[in-house]
């Protein structure tokens, strides 16, 4: 495994953590105009894992690290993907194993207000339960 820095223009997305999933696709333009636009669904790249985000930079890196870098740790074997160009389109993904939206605990308590006039009426609700130790 190898690493790269990917250094982009603008803002780097707030959710992106160490640990998403970086992809990357080639983009072409749009007949007659200068927008991008990625050419094929099927030309997108898993590129690697983000090891680190660096938003503001880092001066004190060897060499120095600008603002709005990623640190991407990739295949660099033959087979690997090659590293992205200037202008490709760089999309991250959550992992699934790490990023779950179920809730974790022993206990839980719900309150529910109605500060309506008027009567409601509650159609459902539910839960994900699952047993997580003995």
């Given at each position: 495994m190898n690493q790269q820095i990917l250094t982009l223009s603008g803002n780097l997305n707030t959710s992106l953590r160490p640990g998403d999933i970086i992809y990357?696709?080639?983009?072409?333009?749009v007949a007659g105009s200068n927008i991008g636009s990625i050419n094929d669904a099927t030309t997108i790249v898993t590129?690697?894992?983000?090891?680190?985000?660096?938003?503001?930079?880092?001066?004190?890196?060897?060499?120095?690290?600008?603002?709005?870098?990623?640190?991407?740790?990739?295949?660099?074997s033959a087979a690997g993907p090659a590293i992205p160009t200037s202008g490709d389109y760089?999309?991250?993904?959550?992992?699934?194993?790490?990023?779950?939206?179920?809730?974790?605990g022993y206990y839980a308590e719900v309150t529910l207000v109605n500060d309506s006039t008027d009567k409601v009426e509650l159609f459902s609700?539910?839960?994900?339960?699952s047993e997580s130790s003995k």
């Open positions: 990357y696709a080639p983009t072409g333009t590129f690697g894992v983000c090891v680190n985000v660096f938003d503001a930079g880092s001066p004190a890196a060897v060499p120095p690290i600008a603002p709005h870098s990623i640190v991407v740790s990739y295949d660099d760089i999309m991250f993904s959550k992992n699934k194993e790490v990023n779950s939206s179920s809730v974790k609700i539910g839960s994900e339960v």
